[in-house]
């Protein structure tokens, strides 16, 4: 579960929490900074489109 820190600098309204005070830009770019780097961590998956009748996807 994201804590109240993860919801302030989340990508998608950092902007406004700076701009309200809420955070300041440096711990943003701090929180940044410190995150691991996770390239190459993840699994690729390929989906083949003819394998659906009418091309929808379909869980």
């Given at each position: 579960m994201a804590s109240?820190?993860?919801k302030l600098v989340?990508?998608?309204i950092v902007e406004r929490n700076i701009?309200?005070?809420l955070i300041s830009k440096e711990e943003?770019?701090?929180r940044?900074?410190?995150l691991a780097?996770?390239?190459?961590s993840y699994d690729t998956v390929e989906i083949d489109p003819a394998s659906?009748?009418?091309g929808s996807?379909?869980?």
């Open positions: 109240l820190g993860d989340d990508k998608r701009a309200k005070g943003y770019e701090q940044l900074a410190s780097d996770r390239e190459g659906f009748e009418d996807e379909t869980e």
